[in-house]
């Protein structure tokens, strides 16, 4: 049976129990289905997998971080009326990020490069500082995509007595359609455009139509008792 085909008879179903349950009893109902449905698609989206089985496409791949040869000293941010004064000899540039050990704070810390308010002079006896490896315990582990878009305030569920719904809502809606299309988008505001490739975050996998055709299935039976 094609996919066509299960969605007809979902259809057929859905028009028979609208027709034999109360408001009530069809918006209870619904609801229930509408929350298996949005807990099916959530696990599948933890998953990384398409609805037919196949997996996300990977994340581009990031270029390595620049590890810097020198030490760097200057004032951050620029436009603060009252900067402070960074001094690093381990860092490295990654993007637009330099992180390094700031040895005024006494700690690893991140600068937005673009934010530096100037560039100052090493001391003496500090100009020929080599920046030597910027030690960190551990490794960033790159995490599965879409974790923040499936709480319950970006992916939601819903129902009236006749018709149920699943989908992101606000700014998750649109960032779930440029990956669900697979449109061009910027991945930060002054990045060049980039073409994502298309997954399909939401759509309805044979377990879901089985589940749903079950559901409608118990209500007419349970509706004719």
């Known amino acids: 049976m094609t996919e066509g085909d299960d969605l007809l008879r979902i259809e057929a179903l859905a028009t028979a129990l609208l027709r034999n349950l109360d408001a009530p009893a069809r918006r209870s109902m619904l609801r229930r289905v509408a929350k298996k449905v949005r807990a099916s698609q959530r696990a599948r989206i933890e998953a990384q997998r398409n609805p037919d089985g196949s997996g996300f496409a990977p994340r581009r791949k ?22 402070r004064e ?60 879409f974790r923040k878009l499936l709480s319950p305030s970006h992916l939601r569920e819903g129902a009236t007595d006749s018709e149920a719904w699943i989908g992101f809502v606000g700014q998750a809606a649109r960032v779930g359609r440029i990956h669900q299309e697979g449109l061009v988008d910027k991945p930060a505001a002054k990045a060049k455009p980039v073409r994502y490739a ?8 044979d377990a879901d139509r089985t589940m749903v055709s079950e559901a409608f299935l118990a209500a007419l039976v349970d509706g004719r008792k």
């Open 198 to 205: 298309r997954r399909r975050l939401l759509g309805m996998t």
């Open 86 to 145: 960074v001094y690093m000899k381990s860092w490295t540039l990654d993007g637009p990020l330099m992180t390094g050990f700031d040895i005024k704070a006494g700690g690893i810390r991140s600068f937005h490069r673009e934010q530096i308010g100037r560039w100052l002079p090493l001391d003496e006896g500090q100009e020929n500082a080599g920046a030597g490896e910027l030690r960190r315990k551990g490794h960033i582990r790159r995490k599965a995509m």
């Open 62 to 83: 990031r270029p390595e971080p620049v590890r810097g040869n020198r030490a760097v000293h200057f004032l951050y941010p620029k436009d603060d009326p009252a900067p």
